[in-house]
């Protein structure tokens, strides 16, 4: 148990809708970022928040958005969802910004694209 | 940060150590690595990080050359419980916190 928790476990959506997804980061953490795990690859990084503020991105377009809360708890947003988009997405929190601190990861949110 | 180089799989007998190397070859002095596991179906779970010293802690050990190009993650006796996807990251210093660089992992199966 990491204390992350992740909703929904499993979703499906349609070409074209929007999704929310939600994290509960680990008391005390004030850093969360957001993974896209596809089949049999391992999570690529989407992005980070720091105190509600997005703090570095990967290669994902803008349709891919995200919030912090003032309790450091996070939602993932995908608008105009694509087949490619069929996932397992993962939060992690971690202590502060920089390096040296593990991150504690959720066990995830699988998103189903049809 | 620097890229890693795995083997794709591993077989392990349970109750034997289990070492699973990791090149790194054009890591820099400011460069962390990092392992994480992935049992199926669960979020990565951290296990040790080291800068230029082996490190020990609860769950495994770490071992870097002295010219820190490649590591090995040594678990001393595996369980069929360590059976899942191990990924050698290297962080580096500056990495603004929860950034991590995953390649394709190594997929250790420990078989009875």
């Known amino acids: 148990e990491t204390g992350v928790t992740q909703s929904p476990t499993h979703l499906i959506k349609t070409r074209g809708q929007q999704v929310t997804l939600r994290c509960s980061s680990q008391?005390?953490?004030?850093?969360v970022s957001w993974y896209q795990q596809a089949l049999g690859q391992g999570p690529q990084f989407i992005f980070q928040?720091?105190?509600?503020?997005?703090?570095g991105r990967g290669n994902f377009p803008p349709r891919f958005s995200g919030l912090q809360f003032p309790n450091y708890s996070s939602e993932l947003n995908v608008n105009a969802l694509e087949l490619d988009d069929s996932a397992l997405y993962l939060c992690?929190?971690?202590?502060?910004?920089?390096?040296?601190?593990?991150?504690?990861f959720g066990e995830g949110s699988r998103l189903t694209v049809l | 940060d620097a890229k890693t180089t795995q083997p794709p799989s591993m077989d392990c007998a349970e109750g034997r150590a289990a070492n699973l190397p990791c090149n790194h070859s054009?890591?820099?002095?400011?460069?962390?690595v990092y392992w994480y596991r992935q049992i199926h179906s669960q979020g990565p779970q951290y296990i040790i990080h080291?800068?230029?010293n082996n490190e020990t802690n609860e769950m495994a050990s770490l071992i870097i050359t002295e010219d820190r190009k490649s590591s090995t993650l040594i678990l001393p006796h595996a369980t069929l419980r360590d059976t899942a996807v191990y990924y050698c990251?290297?962080?580096?210093?500056?990495?603004?916190?929860?950034?991590?660089?995953f390649g394709q992992g190594t997929e250790l199966s420990v078989k009875p």
């Open positions: 992690a929190s971690s202590l502060e910004r920089g390096a040296g601190g593990e991150l504690f």
């Open positions: 008391s005390g953490h004030n850093t």
């Open positions: 928040y720091y105190r509600e503020e997005e703090n």
């Open positions: 054009t890591i820099s002095g400011n460069e962390y």
């Open positions: 080291g800068l230029k």
């Open positions: 990251i290297v962080r580096s210093l500056y990495n603004q916190g929860g950034k991590l660089i």
